[in-house]
């Protein structure tokens, strides 16, 4: 049962109010969730300010030709100086995103950068999924993948696959794209984390409870309750 308003702790003598005001406002504790915020936000930034490099500095001469036939092509398009960085964040940014996609439409653990999204984790599994939905629809193409094998089929087999069909040019602008949904996936996932970090938080409120030796329930403040049940 709660008490009545104005009710004071039987122990500190505070009512929830003034219980609040000295206990319950102190600054935020900063977590491993909110570095790792910090180090994603910022990966994320600089990885756009990299992408917009790139797309800025096609040869011209290269624009319209194949994407993939250039990228894969890396000692006779030398003159392209950021075709190495191009390569690696292909492996490392769409191929996990296009991996994660089907993976976890099947119902299995995935990885998307730090975070391993065990099968069992519907909640997480289903934001993933989500976001990486909406990219494909917007797309119109479907996230390549990078296993081997039976992985390697799409998800979607009427839509065009990653990077296929497209220009130098609009691969690079597909590759910014994805790449920072790479780094958006991994922010929602942490913010999921802070608010269950959020939830762990103790709460500062006055109930009423029993303290051994006493006939009746008597209102104490969260604070000294766990005083007594520590004792």
Known sequence: MAPKDGVRC???GRTQEELKAAVGTAAPEVTDVDRNMAKVADSRARFVRDAN?????IPEQFKNMDFNFVI??????????FIDDVQQARKTHLE???????LARKGKEFVVGDFKIEAADAKRR???VKELDDFERRTGRALEKGHPGEEKEQADAS????FDGFKLGDGLRYLREAGTLYYYVQQKLLEMDKD??????????IGMARIKGFPKAVPLCTVCESLIKGL
């Open 10 to 12: 039987w122990i500190c």
């Open 53 to 57: 490099e790139w797309s800025d500095q």
């Open 72 to 81: 894969g092509n890396p000692t006779q398009f030398r003159a392209f100086r």
């Open 96 to 102: 996990p995103l296009g991996d994660a996609s089907f």
């Open 126 to 128: 289903d934001v993933v």
């Open 159 to 162: 839509k065009a696959q990653g």
């Open 196 to 205: 269950d970090e959020k939830k762990k938080l103790p709460t500062y409120e």
